[in-house]
């Protein structure tokens, strides 16, 4: 918790002052007793109408300056809940835009969601309600035993007999309700994956014929924590009736050893009213601090689990001083031995690859599912690590710390997930590059096959919804094409990204980009893709089983064949070897 | 759409549909009435004995032991019938409330099983799953304190209210009258802080979606390094937030102190005027004593604690509603047309699969036209591929031969029988597709892959995974078949096709 901590200390005063308005309006609630004891005793017994009057007065001013208070209590802990909660989104939002893509794979969007949101909440409600409660609470109850004691030690003795077996009872119940709600908040999350599947998978499972068997699944789940939630609701539910019969015992034994003090004159008629109405204090308050306990627990369990976002480092490996070791006159781009694995101790994606492009050389990668093709390409603007050799650039280490952001800004990536975010077609745009002109943004829309796209729409100010929706597939890899042409990159990687492209525009695609004279690479699963590329890599299974010109590869490897003959038809075959 | 109707219309259905769920569980409505009823009735009647046994201790050597000892025998008698009727309360409430979410759920359930694909491609997800999770727990979150607290707070204020005129009928009416400032003041500040969970709610949703959108894009973000903009961006809706929140829980915080210092000065005034009774003036009553003055005061504490309950209670009820009314637009949602006929595809002999489209108009957007007047008559055996620029409907036809979506005009045959004339299981049991989409269940590889055909045995599986190259690289997972792909799961999406 140090760290989440460490966000309070901009709000301290807020977070001093909040409970200690909270304790001074506490203070008046206990003095209320005295008040009308001496009512009683004082001007009742004596028949002063004055003193009576006076007493309320003060009475009234209580509950004003209570108010007052209370207030500047409430002012002071939502200022610091609001902003040590603001505060740690700022720097979680940094955070997580910092990660690798390793770690990106490795958290998962859901999580990240739910710690930037739910958590950060929970954690704010927590604060506030512990700014506000965690003095005032346990300061009427043990306040009202102090007060208790002005009235002898018998009277505070049984205050302090009531108070530990109420606690005892709160708390008793508190731990066995806990790992229960756990529970049940676990079979909620089964009724959640429950929905979620059936709307994200809908299709699937409807082609399947899923439907009613999926019901079942979720009647069932849904039974299960229905019936959790009753167990624990039934449990719970004795707390109240428990806690009030015992305090009225502890009232029946208080007035009972009240009445023997009053008969041996120890104790005024008032001061047992007194008595009376502080013991009535204790058992709103305890129940408070109780229901107090539990919503800090989830806030620090949610802020545990900020914590460990924040406190991750992003796994990127960056080497300092990698230049010293720059190979001079060595090809552009240079594969030496490379290696790859996902996870550590998990297989390899990528086994021993090597191979060098010479600038303005178009590359073609091929291959199988799954063979290791996206991964291959992200090595070269070091989105992941290496797990053996080298990826070098211009002669440099892509692992070279000084290098990073020069390497990343002269490449220009087109993911195979074409992704859009929510604003204008012409901020999309400038994404690739933020002084570019219009001319230049219609430019590369016309080499992305994009300018009808742009036109259709109505233009560069056209909108764009949140994720893109309002485009289809093929529009999106069209634009998402264009945004990394905006830049004029140095190395272009298109990653799958004509897929959802016809045939017709994916050609005239590729011969325009072939003009521009970038180094470039081609990441396809069909050979017409590749076929003109001056180099093709193809992959299986993590390694490369051919590299060279779709020529060569037709007479030296067998997988490029099999790939390409599975494409075209059989007749092919002998006209084509 | 949704036609407009005025919100008092909606809430007043809503209410209707709510009571109409409640009504399902008729004995522990009646259980939540009578021990209601029972639990405010003793323990309304315990500040009574207690003041009555404070009569009894005037002063030193004028204690009347045997009046006490009564007291306290009506005190335990008392407290013990409220605790148990309290705790059957609470078990009565809890379980009409589990019930009716749970109800609510599985009907809200059952719809998503029945809702066209239309509603499912074009809603967000993450919003329908809201609404059977979260909103169906913030209803039932609701539900339950309205049970529990509404309704004794009422019950207790009625009972108040007449052992306060009981035991003196002049200072009861003055609280009477006084008090009701208190639900004012609670209503003025719970309509001015209004417009601020308006706006708390706005700023924040904003900010999730904003949020999700730069999480869902973050390599892309990386990629273009286009984090400082999204982070400029993200502080400037970040610090909108944190002002709004700010404002939101600062003014509905003021409702309790502020019902609070009402209730203050209301007390002060029954101990003033209790006071004068007692010395026998203008608010004198015959028999009014110290202990009468006790229990009015008590009361005056007990008869104003539940008009803070429930303005909280109204909060929550309120939003509570909104959340049911939500659930209810799901539940309400326009089915798939159902099954006619009960026709199955293939009953009398194997289907062969000869289709046949006639004249088939479809487009999504009614405004837009896709398909057109198209015919086709494809015969068994022969192999058809489809080609077309992209979106030009492809897919679509994929989705018209499933009955993913029903045509606008023409009609879709298979072995020379409607498409819309034979159940939708048996047509698709006929099909064996593989979807533009890479979805997968969130189970072992082994569930994903008999999702097809519950009763294939290991080798069949086995067998299908090498004839789609999925093999070697399941083998190469943790757990082979048995490794369970979790949300996002790190397949790529090429090794998702291939399972």
């Avoid at chain 1, 950060?120 to 965690?134: A, E, H, M, P, S």
């Avoid at chain 1, 890899?477 to 830049?487: D, Y």
């Avoid at chain 2, 078990?91 to 694909?117: E, H, Q, T, Y």
């Avoid at chain 2, 400032?181 to 706006?199: D, G, N, Y």
């Amino acid at each position: 918790m140090k760290k989440i901590l460490s966000y309070i200390k901009p709000y301290k005063w807020q977070a001093m002052l909040g409970p200690l308005f909270k304790l001074l309006e506490a203070t008046f609630e206990l003095l209320v007793p005295f008040v009308v004891a001496a009512i009683v005793d004082n001007g009742i017994a004596a028949r002063d109408r004055s003193y009576v009057v006076w007493a309320c007065a003060i009475l009234a001013a209580f509950g004003f300056f209570g108010f007052i208070f209370a207030v500047a209590a409430q002012y002071f802990s939502a200022r610091a809940a609001t902003g040590v909660s603001a505060g740690i989104r700022r720097d979680l939002f940094k955070k997580i835009q910092s990660l690798s893509y390793k770690d990106i794979d490795k958290m998962g969007e859901a999580t990240m969601l739910t710690r930037m949101t739910g958590d950060v909440d929970k954690l704010q409600t927590g604060i506030n309600l512990f700014l506000r409660l965690f003095l005032r609470s346990p300061f009427i109850v043990f306040g009202a035993m102090l007060c208790a004691l002005a009235y002898g030690w018998t009277p505070f003795g049984i205050f302090a007999v009531v108070i530990a077996v109420l606690a005892i009872v709160v708390y008793a119940v508190m731990l066995i309700c806990m790992p229960l709600y756990k529970k049940t908040q676990a079979k909620l999350d089964d009724v959640l994956l429950s929905t979620r599947e059936n709307l994200t998978g809908a299709r699937v499972l409807r082609a399947f014929c899923k439907e009613e068997s999926e019901r079942k699944i979720f009647d069932e789940r849904n039974e299960k924590l229905n019936d959790g939630r009753k167990f624990v609701g039934g449990i719970a539910a004795i707390t109240n009736p428990l806690t009030y019969a015992l305090l009225n015992l502890g009232i029946i034994w208080l007035l009972w050893t009240g009445a023997v003090q009053v008969d041996g004159g120890v104790l005024t008629q008032g001061a047992v009213i007194a008595l009376y109405n502080l013991m009535g204090q204790i058992l709103i308050e305890l129940i408070k601090l109780a229901n107090l306990i539990v919503t800090v627990a989830k806030a620090a369990a949610s802020g545990s689990r900020i914590e460990a976002v924040l406190n991750m480092q992003p796994s990127l490996c960056l080497t300092e001083n990698a230049e010293q070791d720059e190979k001079k006159d060595e090809p552009f781009i240079v594969f030496d031995g490379v290696s790859a694995r996902y996870s550590a101790g998990g297989g390899a994606a990528l086994e021993d690859i090597s191979f060098e492009v010479a600038r303005g050389e178009t590359v073609g990668v091929i291959g199988g599912t799954g063979s290791g093709k996206t991964t291959l390409v992200n090595l070269i603007p070091h989105f992941y690590d290496v797990s053996g050799g080298q990826v070098r650039v211009d002669g440099v280490n892509v692992q070279s710390k000084a290098k990073q952001a020069y390497l990343r800004e002269r490449i220009g990536v087109v993911p195979q997930k074409a992704q859009l975010f929510k604003g204008t077609i012409r901020e999309n745009l400038l994404w690739g590059r933020a002084d570019a002109t219009d001319e230049e943004l219609m430019a590369a829309a016309r080499l992305a096959q994009a300018e009808d796209v742009i036109l259709g729409k109505g233009g560069l100010d056209a909108p764009v919804e949140q994720g893109g929706k309002n485009f289809s597939g093929g529009q999106k890899q069209r634009l998402t094409i264009a945004r990394a042409l905006v830049r004029n990159p140095e190395i272009l990687i298109l990653d799958d990204s004509s897929s959802a492209l016809d045939y017709a525009t994916d050609v005239s695609l590729r011969k325009d980009i072939k003009k521009l004279n970038t180094t470039t690479f081609i990441v396809a699963q069909r050979t017409s893709s590749v076929r003109d590329a001056d180099k093709i890599i193809v992959l299986d299974d993590g390694r490369a089983v051919g590299i060279g010109t779709h020529d060569e590869l037709m007479h030296t490897c067998e997988v490029y064949r099999e790939i390409y003959f599975s494409q075209y038809k059989d007749e092919e075959r002998g006209a084509a070897v | 759409m949704t036609t407009m109707t005025t919100p008092s219309v909606k809430k007043q259905s809503t209410l209707r549909r709510v009571l109409q769920y409640v009504g399902r569980y008729p004995v522990s409505l009646l259980g939540t009435i009578v021990f209601a009823v029972v639990t405010v009735a003793a323990t309304l009647c315990v500040p009574v004995f207690f003041g009555n046994a404070v009569d009894h201790i005037v002063g030193k050597g004028a204690v009347d032991w045997k009046g006490v000892r009564v007291c306290f025998i009506e005190v335990g008698v008392a407290a013990a019938v409220a605790a148990l009727s309290q705790w059957l309360l609470s078990l009565c409430n809890n379980r009409i409330s589990c019930n009716v979410v749970r109800d609510i759920r599985k009907d809200a359930f059952d719809k998503i099983g029945k809702l066209p694909l239309q509603y499912i491609d074009t809603h967000p997800h993450g919003d329908t799953v809201s609404r059977v999770v979260a909103d169906a727990d913030q209803f039932s979150d609701g539900l339950l304190m309205g049970f529990t607290q509404f309704f004794t707070g009422v019950m207790t204020i009625l009972g108040t209210v007449a052992f306060m005129l009981v035991t003196n009928w002049k200072i009861g009416l003055v609280v009477v009258i006084v008090s009701p400032a208190s639900l004012m003041v609670a209503k003025f500040v719970t309509s001015h802080t209004h417009k601020f969970f308006v706006e708390q709610t706005a700023t924040r949703g904003e900010q999730t979606a904003f949020v999700e959108e730069a999480i869902s894009g973050l390599k892309t973000t990386q990629a273009f390094a286009h984090e400082d903009e999204n982070e400029e961006k993200f502080n400037e809706i970040n610090a909108r937030l944190e002002k709004s929140s700010m404002n939101a829980i600062f003014y509905s915080s003021l409702t309790n102190p502020s019902t609070r210092f009402i209730n203050n000065l209301v007390y002060a005034l029954v101990a003033m005027l209790g006071g004068f009774a007692v010395m026998g003036g203008g608010f004198a009553v015959h028999g009014f004593t110290v202990g009468g003055l006790t229990k009015f005061l008590s009361y005056a504490n007990q008869y104003t604690k539940p008009f803070n309950e429930i303005t909280g209670v109204i909060t929550e009820l309120k939003s509570a509603f909104a959340s049911a009314a939500r659930i209810f637009e799901l539940i309400d949602e326009r089915e798939e047309i159902p099954d006619t006929g009960n026709s199955v595809l293939g009953a009398e002999r194997k289907v062969a699969g000869d289709v046949i489209l006639k004249n088939v108009d479809f487009s999504y957007d009614k405004t837009r036209k896709l398909i057109e007047n198209l015919s086709l008559d494809v015969r068994q055996g022969q192999r058809i591929a489809i080609v077309g620029r992209t979106g030009s409907g492809k897919t679509t036809l994929i989705n018209l031969l499933m009955r993913f979506y029903d045509v606008d005009g023409g009609q879709v045959c298979v072995d020379g029988k409607d498409v819309r004339d034979v159940t939708r299981r048996s047509l698709r049991e006929n099909y064996g597709m593989v979807l533009q989409e890479t979805w997968l269940k969130n189970a072992t590889v082994r569930e994903n892959l008999k999702l097809g055909a519950p009763s294939a045995t290991d080798e069949e599986m086995i067998a299908a995974a090498k004839a789609a190259h999925a093999h070697s690289f399941i083998k190469r997972m943790e757990k082979g078949y048995d490794t369970v792909l979790g949300a996002g799961g790190g397949l790529s999406e090429g090794h998702k096709q291939l399972l």
